[in-house]
């Protein structure tokens, strides 16, 4: 009995030099990964691309944990396939956790090309969007289900730059190799994300399809693409 105190008070000298917590004790949700996002309710921004695409997006409310905190968006597609945005409607859920940001989505536009109501625009669903550590050269796989096969993404942080002075972007680049219906049968997904405003810039290669051109395709020529326009916190 005397031995087990004894080691347990050990123990718990070396939890105080070191710093070191009990799992229990453990850090909430990360703050960094947090400040992505705007931090009021009802701040919207609108995305203009490829083609007349659009869509505009809400943060409809915020919800925090000691573990996580909640960013729930609500958004409708805008573009020349229909007026009736009422049928164009998705949701975005993201999630920050202690590393990591997921987005999960559910599409209810009645004219996805997704196919599956569990993606917007990439292929990848519940994707993990950003871990830490927010820095160039951070990298992390993700294993993803697209027509019924199984897949890798890998998705590294590519640029970090700083703007507006206090304000950080981070671009992200996801590639998934092996990819039947793809150019070069390769995916490529290129993300935006700024500090304070969320994604603000969106690229990604579309499926292949029959192109008209005198000329050798490049992956350029499957690219699909949108930047948000306003933004209103």
């Known amino acids: 009995m005397k031995k087990t105190l004894q080691l347990t008070i050990v123990f718990m000298g070396i939890l105080l030099i070191t710093g070191c917590s009990l799992p229990l004790l453990e850090k909430g949700y990360s703050k960094e990964l947090a400040s992505i996002f ?44 229909g007026e009736d945005v009422s049928k164009r409607k998705f949701e975005v859920v993201y999630t920050v956790d202690k590393n990591s940001i997921t987005e999960v989505v559910v599409n209810n536009d009645e004219f996805r090309t997704t196919g599956k109501n569990d993606r917007l625009n990439s292929i990848i669903p519940a994707k993990i969007i950003l871990k830490l550590p927010l ?30 002075k206090s304000s ?32 603000v810039t969106f690229s990604n290669t579309m499926e292949k399809f029959t192109i008209d051109i005198d000329r050798e395709l490049t992956k350029e020529d499957f690219m699909f693409g949108y930047t948000q326009g306003t933004f209103i916190k």
């Open 38 to 81: 705007p931090d009021k309710e009802g701040a919207t921004a609108t995305y203009f691309g490829l083609a007349e695409y659009g869509h505009k997006v809400t943060l409809t409310s915020i919800d925090k944990t000691l573990s996580k905190a909640t960013f729930n968006v609500d958004g409708y597609i805008d573009d020349a396939r």
């Open 135 to 164: 820095k160039v050269g951070t990298t992390w796989e993700q294993e993803f289900t697209y027509k019924n096969k199984q897949y890798t993404s890998v998705t590294e942080i590519s640029k970090v730059t700083t703007v507006n």
């Open 168 to 199: 950080k972007q981070y671009v992200t680049i996801t590639t998934v190799k092996n990819i039947e219906g793809f150019f070069n049968k390769e995916y490529y997904e290129e993300r935006t994300y700024e500090t304070g405003r969320g994604l």
